[in-house]
């Protein structure tokens, strides 16, 4: 998530709450939608069964996706998708803080082009989580469309971050560009994360200023739905809960195909989810679960994330891995039947490797295919 906002925590204060701000190679829908749904579906009918539609190894695991977040720095750790099978762990998703277009880059490369095929090898799902609102809704446009652009606190329009929701023309754009971005950056699992600027408001114009940030989003989001499912009717598009949208909507709705994606990035990480310090963090997850549903919903947490335990700073810090607390917050998400858990491991590059030897992420594999 953008280094520019996810500054100034302490470096290495893991028992203080961490200040916000976290910051296409498979060409095409060739397949179809009836793909994907068949995909997603048989993932939650096969787990304790054998193997699933795409003869991928199936398990007992509570969990159906299990995954880590990396940023292309940390692919210098050439032997990221060996270490990610080896831990038990099914999907890998790519992460850029600086911008979109070079996840876009990067895939198209050869580099890019080995890293996807070494994972299809693997039978890892790779997967693209993108802070995308600068390529959906590119700032170049500000100055002849001032009015697609996000009112701010002073009464100013700025192309700082995000949109006006209430810009149809804006909605239109960031969809067409959306459906650009997913003919490149084109996951098996069908499922697309698209979200707003790293831990940025929302408009406050006259319309919008009545919508908190998380409905703002969660309008975008089912209009990029609407247009993506024009071409397969089975994809899904992410909510992201995190920063200023992590409280619940409730003026808005998710349409079908909608699913949430819980990021408490400011929670305590030295006690587990359900300690009394991290209580509005659990209340949160509880309450956009009424919305949500928790079908599809997925976990995105920082277990393993160096990046924010450096304060996003180099030379990254050692992982201060707790597998009491991984395990406690496992043990959170699957009673509310949270399926899908993956974990920032950014700054675990060579150079981490090269200092503090192998992370905990065999633990952290054993943690999610541990069945209760």
């Known amino acids: 998530m953008n280094n520019n906002k996810r500054n ?70 050439t032997d990221w998708p ?35 095929a070494k994972c299809a090898k693997l039978d890892l799902a790779v997967e693209y989580e993108l802070h995308a609102m600068s390529e959906l809704l590119p700032r170049r446009l500000f100055d002849a469309n001032p009015g697609f652009f996000r009112m701010n606190d002073a009464g100013e329009r700025s192309p700082d971050a995000n949109l ?22 084109c996951p098996k699992t069908g499922r697309y994360f698209f979200w707003g600027d790293d831990g940025q408001s929302w408009c406050r114009c006259l319309k919008c200023r009545s919508f908190s940030d998380s409905e703002q989003a969660l309008i975008l989001e089912n209009h990029l739905l609407r247009s993506l499912k024009k071409g397969n009717a089975a994809v899904q598009v992410a909510h992201l809960a995190y920063s200023t949208t992590l409280t619940s909507p409730k003026q808005v709705m998710p349409e ?10 400011q929670r305590r990480y030295d006690v587990p989810l ?67 858990i993956t974990t920032f491991a950014a700054f675990i590059d060579a150079a981490y490797t090269s200092a503090y030897g192998d992370p905990p992420l065999s633990e952290y594999g054993a943690a999610l295919m541990a069945s209760e």
């Open 274 to 340: 359900n300690d009394i310090a991290n209580r509005q963090h659990l209340d949160a997850l509880d309450a956009n679960l009424k919305v949500f549903g928790s079908k599809g919903s997925q976990a995105l947490e920082y277990w393993l994330d160096a990046s924010l335990f450096s304060g996003w700073k180099r030379p990254a810090v050692k992982v201060p891995f707790k597998e009491e607390v991984l395990r406690n917050d496992l043990s959170s998400y699957a009673k509310r039947g949270v399926r899908n």
């Open 82 to 116: 060996e270490r990610v099978k080896n831990a038990k762990l099914n999907t890998i998703a790519l992460h850029d803080a600086k911008s979109p277009r070079r996840v876009v880059d990067f895939v198209r490369s050869e580099a890019g082009k080995t890293f996807l």
């Open 256 to 265: 079908p195909g909608i699913f949430l994606e819980f990021a408490p990035i």
């Open 164 to 185: 006006c929701i209430h810009s149809k023309q804006a909605l239109d754009i960031a969809a067409e560009n959306a459906v650009s971005l997913s003919k490149v950056l």
């Open 8 to 77: 100034n925590p302490s470096p290495g204060a893991v028992s203080q709450r961490i200040a916000v701000s976290r910051r296409i190679f498979i060409k095409g829908l060739a397949a179809g939608s009836l793909s994907f749904l068949a995909f997603g579906e048989n993932m939650e009918a096969s787990v304790g069964r054998g193997r699933n539609k795409e003869g991928s190894e199936m398990n007992d695991s509570r969990f159906l996706r299990r995954g880590v977040v990396l940023i292309l720095e940390d692919l210098t750790l």
